[in-house]
């Protein structure tokens, strides 16, 4: 867990209800039961969690934006419930619809935003670093959403915060735009920025996190660097693996592995060997080959992702709106 003494963010056993809701007879509804985490400057912190989890509601409350019933928020040393304009100004927030308003085009909005604040960024750095001069022309509301996503981040940024709030940074991002994103937030955290990032992307997430935390139905159920959570997936799975191969099709029913290893042909000619794989199952699998005089094409053998993390943990979650 990262050392509390270099927390830009402590979020400590959150309680958040939401409502009166008529289905619960307008009774309230509590949709962050037990949610804590920490985020340190100079890294990148990411909270994942599905639709519904309760990941927009925790960094609303983390934010000052939502009134919580439970736990404790310290935000640069601040309750952000009370905070003033000072904190605000140390802060910065992008939203995933943008927020943006879309009358406006890009620069001037940016060059308004940076008047606003004491010690901006230069507008033009940002804007030649996110490409956004190659749009400027365009109002806001007839954007891409991958050129709305660009600007939105300048506009988090311009403010030159202490902390930043990102909410599905890479979204819509072609795979120009994606590099330069990972490349100005690998800066930021150079530069002893604290970030707080969510995303559905779980590549991005393994690409990008110091730190994750897994959250579900309102509760934290995992936490650690990308690598610890990696390796206690593979204990709680016995080192569950993953071999795919291209072969001839029709062959997968004439292999039997041990109990708890299968191949499956998963389309035409494509085969997964699924399983707690064990050097005597790779052995196994390749005095298959050989009985048959087959030379398997595109061998590689996975191991687990972040992607696997958080089915296990997550991935059972009722699909909703995120709350």
């Given at each position: 867990m990262p050392d509390r003494s270099t927390a830009a963010l402590v979020v400590d056993h959150l309680v958040k209800d939401v409502g009166p809701v008529p289905a619960l007879e307008g009774r309230m509804l509590r949709v962050i039961h037990d949610v804590s985490l920490q985020a340190a400057f100079g890294q990148v912190t990411v909270l994942l969690g599905t639709n519904g989890a309760g990941k927009t509601t925790t960094l609303a409350c983390a934010q000052g934006l939502a009134t919580r019933q439970g736990g404790a928020v310290t935000l640069l040393g601040t309750d952000p419930e009370i905070a003033g304009p000072d904190l605000r100004a140390r802060v910065g927030v992008m939203l995933q619809d943008g927020g943006l308003p879309?009358?406006?085009?890009?620069?001037?909005?940016?060059?308004?935003?940076?008047?606003?604040?004491?010690?901006?960024?230069?507008?033009?750095?940002?804007?030649?670093?996110l490409g956004i001069d190659a749009f400027d022309r365009t109002s806001i509301r007839r954007l891409s959403g991958g050129q709305k996503q660009r600007v939105a981040l300048a506009a988090a940024l311009v403010?030159?915060?202490?902390?930043?709030?990102?909410?599905?940074?890479s979204a819509g991002l072609d795979p120009q735009s994606r590099t330069v994103v990972f490349e100005l937030i690998d800066q930021l955290r150079r530069d002893?920025?604290?970030?707080v990032l969510t995303t559905h992307l779980l590549d991005d997430a393994q690409r990008l996190a110091d730190y994750?935390?897994?959250?579900?139905?309102?509760?934290?159920?995992?936490?650690g660097t990308v690598p610890q959570l990696?390796?206690?997936?593979?204990?709680?799975?016995?080192?569950?693996?993953?071999?795919?191969f291209e072969a001839p099709s029709g062959l997968a029913g004439t292999f039997a592995g041990r109990d708890g290893v299968?191949?499956?042909?998963?389309?035409?000619?494509?085969?997964?060997?699924?399983g707690a794989l064990t050097p005597a199952d790779l052995a196994a699998i390749g005095a298959w080959f050989a009985a048959r005089d087959v030379m398997p094409a595109g061998l590689t053998l996975s191991t687990p992702t972040l992607e696997d993390v958080f089915l296990e943990l997550a991935g059972g979650a009722a699909a909703g709106a995120d709350r």
């Amino acid at each position: 867990m990262p050392d509390r003494s270099t927390a830009a963010l402590v979020v400590d056993h959150l309680v958040k209800d939401v409502g009166p809701v008529p289905a619960l007879e307008g009774r309230m509804l509590r949709v962050i039961h037990d949610v804590s985490l920490q985020a340190a400057f100079g890294q990148v912190t990411v909270l994942l969690g599905t639709n519904g989890a309760g990941k927009t509601t925790t960094l609303a409350c983390a934010q000052g934006l939502a009134t919580r019933q439970g736990g404790a928020v310290t935000l640069l040393g601040t309750d952000p419930e009370i905070a003033g304009p000072d904190l605000r100004a140390r802060v910065g927030v992008m939203l995933q619809d943008g927020g943006l308003p879309p009358s406006w085009r890009p620069i001037p909005l940016l060059q308004h935003l940076a008047r606003l604040y004491r010690d901006p960024l230069p507008v033009d750095d940002l804007v030649e670093r996110l490409g956004i001069d190659a749009f400027d022309r365009t109002s806001i509301r007839r954007l891409s959403g991958g050129q709305k996503q660009r600007v939105a981040l300048a506009a988090a940024l311009v403010g030159r915060p202490e902390v930043v709030f990102l909410d599905e940074p890479s979204a819509g991002l072609d795979p120009q735009s994606r590099t330069v994103v990972f490349e100005l937030i690998d800066q930021l955290r150079r530069d002893g920025i604290g970030i707080v990032l969510t995303t559905h992307l779980l590549d991005d997430a393994q690409r990008l996190a110091d730190y994750v935390y897994i959250i579900d139905a309102g509760r934290s159920v995992a936490e650690g660097t990308v690598p610890q959570l990696l390796q206690d997936h593979s204990a709680r799975s016995a080192g569950t693996g993953r071999l795919r191969f291209e072969a001839p099709s029709g062959l997968a029913g004439t292999f039997a592995g041990r109990d708890g290893v299968a191949l499956a042909e998963v389309s035409p000619g494509s085969y997964v060997l699924d399983g707690a794989l064990t050097p005597a199952d790779l052995a196994a699998i390749g005095a298959w080959f050989a009985a048959r005089d087959v030379m398997p094409a595109g061998l590689t053998l996975s191991t687990p992702t972040l992607e696997d993390v958080f089915l296990e943990l997550a991935g059972g979650a009722a699909a909703g709106a995120d709350r």
